[in-house]
């Protein structure tokens, strides 16, 4: 994951869009690969303070390894009120540590961390990861749900091309009582048996994408009290600046879609998005 996350630093950043009429939150973000920088460096002060000049005041920082969640609860500790952290082993990074066992005991004790209000991102990907690698990609997913629920904290899924088995391994497991699908891929199916199952979808830049009719087809069908948004920043900036650098500041372009897309009021939508991310996160004091 490093070579495409250095590839990122040197895209412009899309420009910022029309403030919220009310503050909102970020819930999934990278802010290192965005700024470049130490936790507590101004550059990610600057980061944040982009956000909250259009609304977006509070922000979800997710790992996705043992030194990158290291670096995100730090940068949690830095931002007190503004940033709160994830830990995990991306499931693309687990099948290929140098020690396992050693990086998954460094995100077991992370995880007890008072700013450390979620697991993730964990999961399954079918689509960087070979078939030789997957068991133990599988492996790891099963470890962080246990994780997550012996610290009582919700679990942040990634799931790229392994829907049905992202299901049945949380079937297996047993999920925790939060459980999120971060970046939401898949279809009004998928959708209706996650609603189901009382998990909470998240919704990135994707949703606005033209080739993406099914995921607004299936934000249609969410529950608002079981919706989050997201950037993932730096990745997948919402139209009409795709394939610019992402940033949290871009989280009123993907509420206005999905707004129009549920035909919901933007301040209504923005304010229950917040009351979601306080229930399953907590306080960001």
Same mark, same amino acid.
């Given at each position: 994951m490093a070579d495409r996350h250095n590839r990122d630093i040197d895209r412009q950043p899309a420009p910022l869009p029309e403030p919220l009429p009310v503050s909102c939150i970020d819930a999934h973000a990278h802010l290192e690969i965005v700024g470049g920088s130490e936790p507590d460096s101004p550059i990610i002060g600057e980061i944040l303070a982009q956000a909250k000049s259009v609304g977006i005041d509070r922000v979800v920082q997710v790992g996705y390894s043992a030194e990158q969640s290291q670096w995100s609860v730090k940068c949690a500790e830095s931002w007190p009120g503004q940033v709160l952290a994830a830990v995990a082993l991306h499931p693309n990074e687990a099948p290929v540590v140098d020690d396992f066992e050693r990086d998954f005991a460094i995100i077991a004790e992370l995880a007890r961390h008072p700013r450390v209000r979620a697991i993730g991102e964990t999961g399954l990907d079918f689509f960087r990861t070979p078939p030789e690698l997957q068991d133990r990609q599988r492996d790891s997913?099963?470890?962080?749900?246990? *994780?997550?629920?012996?610290?009582?904290?919700? $679990?942040? !899924?990634?799931?790229?091309?392994?829907?049905?088995?992202?299901?049945?391994? *949380?079937?297996?497991?047993?999920?925790?009582? $939060?459980? !999120?699908?971060h970046c939401f891929s898949g279809d009004e199916e998928m959708a209706l048996e996650c609603v189901s199952k009382g998990y909470i979808l998240s919704f990135a830049g994707t949703v606005t994408f033209k080739n993406a009719p099914a995921l607004r087809e299936a934000v249609k069908l969410v529950p608002i009290d079981q919706l989050l948004v997201e950037t993932d920043s730096p990745f997948l900036s919402p139209m009409p600046h795709r394939g610019a650098l992402n940033t949290p500041a871009q989280i009123p372009t993907i509420l206005r879609a999905i707004a129009n897309e549920r035909g919901e009021d933007l301040s209504e939508l923005a304010n229950a998005i917040t009351a979601n991310c306080l229930r399953i996160f907590g306080s960001f004091e």
């Open positions: 997913f099963k470890r962080h749900i246990e *994780l997550a629920k012996s610290v009582n904290k919700a $679990l942040v !899924i990634h799931d790229r091309d392994a829907h049905r088995a992202v299901l049945d391994t *949380l079937d297996e497991v047993g999920a925790p009582d $939060l459980t !999120i699908f």
